[in-house]
């Protein structure tokens, strides 16, 4: 079955910076695209990154342009997300998530908590 294992987050200091991995398994992962959301306590979950199925194309919400790089490495099944320049409002849960015909699939999700 489709699995999406979320992991490297924990408490960083703003400014620091942290990488998060999904692996993923199940399914043909280098024919999907993927992306990382999050969610902040109190607040909708909101997309953070995509990257295309074989890379070349990378979308990423204003609030984190230039500060995150979202990639893929299909030989390893695996999406990463680095994240830079952390600031305390980066603070929530991120998952990773893909779509197929039937359904959208989401990890469990890492907390990513930015504070001094």
């Known amino acids: 079955q489709v699995q999406l294992v979320e992991s490297g987050g924990g408490l960083v200091q703003p400014g620091g910076s942290l990488r998060l991995s999904c692996a993923a398994s199940?399914?043909?992962?280098?024919?999907?695209?993927m992306s990382w959301y999050r969610q902040a306590p109190g607040k909708e979950r909101e997309l953070v990154a995509a990257?295309?199925?074989?890379?070349?194309?990378?979308n990423y919400a204003d609030f984190v342009k230039g500060r995150f790089t979202i990639s893929r490495d299909n030989a390893k099944n695996m999406v990463y997300l680095q994240m830079n320049s952390l600031k305390p409002e980066d603070t929530a849960v991120y998952y990773c998530k893909f779509s197929d015909y039937r359904s959208d699939y989401w990890g469990q999700g890492t907390q990513v908590t930015v504070s001094s």
């Open positions: 199940g399914f043909t992962f280098s024919r999907y695209a």
């Open positions: 990257i295309t199925s074989g890379g070349g194309t990378r």
